[in-house]
């Protein structure tokens, strides 16, 4: 009964997939819905397969500090690789889940130097936590709660000063006295010096009228006076008169008035009080992120001094009495019946139906992380493709810690439990970038903060198992990086084959490879580079230049349109053409292109590197009369496909007695000159 009862402070498992691992939560609320269910508040607390490997590599190092100031007993690699298992990482992140989703209880502690890491692996169910991960933010933070205990928190006590010895320290960086017991006067005349304090402090706030306006009556006033912060002042000034009474009461009103104190609490204005209440509503005692997000034009100190004063106010109590009146009404505690129903990854024996439950595995598997054969019940682990299955106690060790008993190659020998093998228990970022689907942008996106450059060595084994099992490895594998490959099943097949096959060693011929030197001089003497033209400089240009253009250069593939050739089609006309001299930039086109190339040679490509200058092309009166006997359609497909015929509309353009298109009247173009015209950028 004790076992199903969870209470506010719990750390329990919560499930939330039938295959991946249990959810550690904390308890903070329990609240019933209005359809009668119980919803729990809990904090999250994530695993080291959960955050990227950047993080991981930054908890691996914490955690070799923590061992060599601990001084922790040596540990053996399973022993590291599972307690990689046991360590969570706190967060501030709170979520709501239904309280049947709950599979049990564990402990969480805060990891202390006194602590034997060994010890967390003998207790079931036991987790600890150094550091504060933030799921926004994507960082691993030290936990400000950290108990400082050890020899480097002990204080250092120096050495007694012999008699007659002078102090050599610098007094500057030493306290100062503020207050002598041993005073020469009596506690009635302190106090009565005290009510002269509180009394001038009383007509100093009457005199300011910004108090005034805070303080409209005299009690109020005079309750601000009686604050600690005069209190102290007047200390402050028997001090230092050297308790001479006459000349301390001198001091409290010199010259230009009597000395106002004002603390925290009179120098904050309602609005700023409110904003207190409300982040410390949101982050508690965090004042830190109080400050950042609610307050950042207050010092730190000021905040802090303005809560311990809030405490002492009405304000405080009543809001305690308030939470304490929510809490009675929330649940305390909840009970949840042990959850009994079978897993969906249960394999169901092989005379069962097949394809239920997983039903069809090969036999002869064993468990992928203690290797045995024998088990009261098997649970499907993995993709689907892979047939692994896990042994019952492996299972619930999967279920409850996040990983495998022992560092397996499915889950990586030298990579920790926050990569694991396959596409399933990937983070969802990580799962689609690996997804065929998802394009290049969107996966440099997802993938800009853990990429890491890495290279892949195949072995000999590795090789000669793509000979011996090409029947048992994958179709078309390379072009499918992201399916996986049950290595494991493909090596033990190749050592089996491997003593049947010929004795006579496989001849691998090695690759010549030109050296770097070679291959970079080749490189260059096939694409030379081209000198840059400084910026702003000027750049001359022929007039006769102007007619050509580069993107027309190329064309001509097709056939020309020939004039005395009948065609009872919609008339068309054809750019570039002899046939229709046309203009562009004001000149024929006919004097621009070049011939059409015969049907069987192969048309050049422009090396972008030997390109000319660009050309500025100016519309005229027939070009934009061209552009208006075209349709919409025609002009898009025109713009497209600039080496096709062009559609005119009947009586769009006039047609010559011969029925073909008339070429719109020429404007005299001013004569043609070798002058540069010099452009400037």
Known sequence: MAANMYRVGDYVYFENSSSNPYLVRRIEELNKTANGNVEAKVVCLFRRRDISSSLNSLADSNAR??????????????????????????????????????????????????????????????????????????????????????????????????????????????????????????????????VVARAVGTFARALDCSSSIRQPSLHMSAAAASRDITLFHAMDTLQRNGYDLARAMATLVPQGGPVLCRDEMEEWSASEAMLFEEALEKYGKDFNDIRQDFLPWKSLASIVQFYYMWKTTDRYIQQKRLKAAEADSKLKQVYIPTYTKPNPNQIISVGSKPGVNGAGFQKGLSCESCHTSQSPQWYAWGPPNMQCRLCASCWIYWKKY??????????????SASEPHSRGHLSRPEAQSLSPYTTSASRAKLLA???????????????????????????????????????????AECSIRLPKAAKAPLKIHPLTRLPLAAIVKELAAQAPLKPKTPRGSKTPINRNQLSQSRGLAGLGGKRGYEGGETDTRAPRMRVGTAALPFSANGRPLTAALRPAPAPGTKRQKLNPADAPNPVVFVATKDTRALRKALTHLELRRAARAPNLPLKVKPGGLPLRPGGALAPPAVPPHPSSTSEPIVLED
């Not at 022993?79 to 989703?101: G, I, M, N, V, Y």
């Not at 799921?135 to 936990?143: G, R, S």
């Not at 996040?402 to 990579?415: A, D, F, S």
């Open 402 to 415: 996040g990983g495998l008993k022992t560092p397996t190659q499915l889950e990586g020998v030298t990579r």
């Open 449 to 491: 903060k853990n990429r890491q450059t890495f290279l892949l060595q195949t072995t000999r084994l590795t090789r000669l198992s793509r000979r011996l099992c090409r029947d048992v490895l994958q179709r078309r594998a390379a072009r499918r990086p992201y399916a996986p490959i049950n290595a494991n099943a493909i090596k």
């Open 65 to 194: 500090e923590f061992e060599e100031e601990s001084k922790q007993p040596p540990m053996t690699e399973q022993q590291r690789h599972q307690l990689k298992h046991r360590e969570l990482f706190l967060s501030r992140q709170f979520e709501s889940l239904p309280a049947t989703h709950i599979r049990g209880k564990c402990s969480v502690t805060l990891l202390n130097e006194t602590d034997i890491l060994g010890q967390y692996l003998e207790k079931e169910d036991c987790f600890f936590y150094s550091l504060v991960f933030d799921p926004v933010q994507k960082t691993l933070l030290a936990d400000q709660g950290e108990i400082r205990v050890g020899c480097k928190y002990q204080a250092e006590i120096p050495e007694r000063l012999a008699e007659g010895e002078s102090d050599n320290r610098n007094q500057q960086k030493m306290e100062m006295k503020v207050w002598d017991p041993d005073n020469p006067l009596t506690d009635r005349q302190i106090d009565q010096f005290l």
